[in-house]
């Protein structure tokens, strides 16, 4: 994707910016921007470095596996297909708990790994089934306790109340959340009929 | 407002002490857990720097150059009916295609409109409250060879439409 807009943006931005006179400003954005990225990159160092080892130490403790136990019941409602298969819950509960945590780079493997075991029980291989429709859905909406880059942003830019907009965020993304699994729930039940 | 404020803050700090507390009873080495947890934060970083570096050179052209402001004037009629603030439509088309850019993109409308004022309010909820949609959608039913997604996208876009109303909903609200 980011390989077609990408060029897609530069040169458009240049040409354009060419014929309504804004050479110079080009020139400034161009090296602003740079320093604006490493700014933000050194604030990230800071607190993404800082949430990964608390969590890591989140990980490692037995709060994962009360997490597990608390997802349980919600993954039985969500994922009625694979009630029986240990392994897929245990590798999807894996992936909502690193959602959940805030470590997007340690839920995707795991969550790709949950995907690969539902394929194996899906009947037609090229087709998404039921329960990965809405495996894909809560990771598109999931939510985050701590939205750890946001705060780093917002501290990056001098914010008097960085963490402010946290309550706010999950409001916002349990509502997203509630909808997608609404409008799955109902589009899957549809198809039964 | 003072409590939202206050609660939000007091979730981090009891966050953190909970982990902490839990490792302790179960007599984890907890700063050494913390150490191999904190080299991988800065393998992310670094990982993230050069795309971050690429987008936000991208979308400091696009600012300056007026083209973002070209194509947030064709989506005028959605800004005017749903009252969408017109200074984060560039966050909302660019959200569901790329995490890099949208955060390029939150940040130049943060430094121009300033953090803490309404629409960086707004920029940060939705920032926060939505997910990279188009590159979740696409990783996994890649890694599968699924072809035939079904409704998975247009269902990803509703959460993320809902996600965008509700956040600036609560600061209209708020502020």
Redesign the interface.
Known sequence: MLNVLWPIFIISSCIYSIFTGKVTKINDALFYSAKEAVNLCITFIGTITLWNGIMRIAMETSLTQKLKKCLHPILKYLFPEINKNEKINKEISMNMIANILGLGNAATPLGIKAMKSMQEINEKKDTLSNSMIMFILINTASLQIIPTSILAIRSSLGSQYPTKIIFPIWISSACALITVITITKILLKRRKH | MKI??Y???A??PI??S???F??LI?K?N?FD??????K???D??IK??PT????????????????LDIVVAMFFPIIKKFQIPEAIMPLILLRP??GS?A??V??EI??TYG??SFI??IT????????T?????????S??????????LL??L???F???F??IL??RN?S
């Open positions: 939202i404020e609660i939000s803050g979730i981090i966050a953190i909970i982990i902490i839990y490792g179960e984890k907890v857990i913390f150490l191999i947890g904190a991988e934060g800065i992310i970083v993230m720097f971050l570096i690429g987008l936000f050179v991208a979308i400091g052209l696009l600012r300056i150059s007026g083209i295609i790329s850019a955060t390029a939150a940040t943060m430094n953090v803490d960086g309010l940060s909820t939705i920032i926060g409250a939505t997910e949609t188009l590159y979740t959608i696409t990783i996994y039913s890694c599968i060879g699924a072809k035939k997604t079904r409704f998975v269902a990803a509703a959460g993320d809902i996600g965008v509700i956040s609560i600061w708020l």
